[in-house]
């Protein structure tokens, strides 16, 4: 199997997507790190993957750059790489630019596009050194385009192309692989966990 005894960072594990890669992989025979803020979630998806024991839940808020080393530093103590970290975590948005504020589109970009950034620089060192690995980045339709009500979420997208179509070049001659990953529209508890221009959850 492809992914047989790889270490597989997922962040925003605790749903939709990064859930269903987290079973996915977990059948494959790789060992998962499920990422995200809510624990129990995350200790759900564990419970639900085969072989629960192979896996671990490391608690992460991508926004919080400062906690990433030692994030990472629990990997590296138990599997002692990552040979493939998938950039999934995001939030989304559903509000019209004039009424939005300077703070929540900060708050898209934080999540979204610094949060990958940050967890990125953390990982890409230590697979330089080993020279192999991939990233993995989960983009979106709306990196390639953009409609209304979307704005900082599409943004926020479409700089992760800008930056990771630069990466992949800058890492040609090596052994770590960059996959930017566009999917369309999927039914998860995005819409849900949205922010309207106040900064408010959608619902
Ligand atoms: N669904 C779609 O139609 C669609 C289409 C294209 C692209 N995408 C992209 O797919 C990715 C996954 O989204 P999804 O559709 O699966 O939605 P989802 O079910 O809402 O999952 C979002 C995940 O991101 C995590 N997350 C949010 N803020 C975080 C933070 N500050 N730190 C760490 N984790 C955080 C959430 O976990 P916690 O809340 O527990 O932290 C959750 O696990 C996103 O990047 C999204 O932009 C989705």
Not at 32 to 54: F, I, K, M, Q, Y
Not at 87 to 100: D, F, K, L, M, P
Not at 184 to 195: A, E, K, M, N, Y
């Amino acid at each position: 199997m492809p992914f047989s005894n790889q270490t597989i960072w997922i962040t925003g594990a605790s749903s939709g997507i990064g859930e269903a890669l987290a079973y996915t992989f977990a059948r494959q025979r790789a060992n998962v790190v499920l990422s995200a803020r809510r624990v129990e979630r995350l200790e759900r998806v564990r419970l639900g993957c085969t072989r629960p024991n192979d896996h671990m839940v490391l608690p992460l808020d991508v926004a919080m750059p400062d906690t990433h080393e030692a994030a990472y530093g629990k990997i590296i103590e138990r599997f002692g790489k990552v040979d493939i970290l998938v950039n999934n975590s995001g939030v989304g948005q559903r509000a019209r630019i004039s009424e939005t504020t300077l703070d929540v589109e900060r708050r898209i970009m934080d999540v979204n596009y610094f949060g990958t950034l940050s967890v990125t620089h953390i990982v890409l060192p230590d697979m330089l050194k080993r020279n192999s690995g991939k990233i993995v980045v989960i983009s979106s339709v709306l990196g390639k385009i953009s409609i209304p009500f979307r704005s900082s979420y599409a943004a926020s997208k479409h700089a992760l192309h800008g930056y990771f179509e630069s990466l992949r070049i800058e890492l040609a001659d090596t052994g770590v692989d960059i996959s930017i990953i566009c999917p369309g529209f999927i039914q998860t508890d995005i819409s849900v966990h949205s922010l309207i221009a106040d900064g408010k959850e959608h619902g």
